[in-house]
């Protein structure tokens, strides 16, 4: 055991998140399953939501001052920031690594094995192109969405983009069983940028030594195999990431997680709370808000509800909720700001998890077999939601106009319904294969390992370009 330990021993990882919460956290993650192999792990990033390094003391962290200021990050989309990292950062990273790969010239400093980039941050290929340095991509995501992504140009000669009001439940013939409702948009002042971004990293991805994918292959088999056989490039689905027990392994959260919720939790019955969190990135209306605080109260059931700031347009918290509608409720609802949610979707009196269905959401309640109420909002977040509902049959989406006596209904039905049962089964069943998968012979146990063959493998050529 101490010798697999030791595999990494002597080289250097070089690695960069996208910085939004969903992207740092599988990073980070990887990072220090990695780093439990023996590399040595550095962390470039953007000084916008830069990572905490206190928490990582075993990893070395480099700012890319002068990529972007917080205040241009905080006055765009997140489509538009991605477009904005994507060129603002090439010199800051060409700066650090020209550094960086001088100092190797000592004898005793680590040399860099390879460089792994979030998949969104594609201008990182060719930058690792002209250092001679082998570039892995992480891609946080899941597999199912990513081949829908690798579809766009087919979708657009086919005639499905831009995505037409009135053929949204017609179903997409080339990716069986997404409907037109389904297919991956973004709300932007500019549509086509989101459809450049995708198609751009795609195409970065193929050039790529290998896909490192926060997903197992039990789970996404088929997507899976699609993308071997589409891509010439090695794929390591070795996720789920959280589910490694590592020493090291801290919070990545951006915001301070609320614990007095799991005191709460612990007052409340075996499988009874439903559990609302919309991620880091979602906003939603103050009518929607007010349709989910009365669907809630109306449904009896106890609820947590995680409420970033920021989430209601056009309010800083909670203003639009009426004066004492948590005092009105006895104590059957708990409002955090932020939840420690991994701790959550584990606790037994936890029984749905009401999700925008973000990939690491759906990977997170799919390991703790939460059943889940799905409602997508952009991005991946449609295609997840469908594989939750129709392919895994762990949940069920919300699809009718977001109205409290509809809201009610679905919680009735995800927790005490016929179908209930069913959907309990069929989680419980993806979770105990998620945590087979990371065992020794496991599918993810075999992919992490050959991943670590494969860096010690690469050939960099970083002594012979610098
Ligand atoms: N999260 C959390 N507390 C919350 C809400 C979210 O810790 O109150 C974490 C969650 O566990 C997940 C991440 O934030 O790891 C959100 O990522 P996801 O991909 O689900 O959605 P995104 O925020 O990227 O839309």
Known sequence: MEVEKQRGKGHKLVLMPSPFQGHITPLLQLANILYSKGFSITIVHTVFNSPDPSSYPHFTFHPLHGALSETEASKVDAVHLTDIIN????????????????????????PVSCFIADAALYFTQSVCDEFGIPRLVLRTGGASSFLVFASFPLLREKGYFPVQESRLEEAVVDLPPLKVKDLPV??????????????????????????IWNTYEELESSALTKLRQDFSVPMYPIGPFHKYSLPGSTSTSLLTPDQSCITWLDKQE???????????????????FLEIAWGLANSNQPFLWAIRPGTIRGSEWLEPLPSEFLENLGGRGYIVKWAPQEQVLKHPAVGAFWTHNGWNSTLESVCEGVPMICMPSFGDQKINAKYASDVW?????????????????????????????????NVMNLKEKANLCLKEGGSSYCFLDSLVSEILSLKSSTSKAH
Do not use: W
């Open 87 to 110: 060129i603002k950062c090439v010199q800051p990273l060409k700066k650090f690594l020209a550094t960086l790969l001088s100092s190797q010239d000592d004898d005793d400093s680590v």
């Open 186 to 211: 973004f709300q932007s002042k500019e549509p086509e940028a989101f459809y450049k971004l995708v198609c751009r990293f795609i195409d970065e991805c193929k050039k790529s030594s290998g896909i």
């Open 270 to 288: 075996h499988k009874s709370v439903v559990y609302v969190s919309f991620g880091s990135i979602v906003a939603i209306s103050e009518a929607e």
């Open 393 to 425: 049959k762990v949940g069920v989406q919300l699809e009718n106009k977001l109205e409290r006596g509809e809201i009610e209904k679905i919680i009735r039905k995800v927790m005490l319904g016929d179908e209930a049962k069913e959907i309990r089964e």
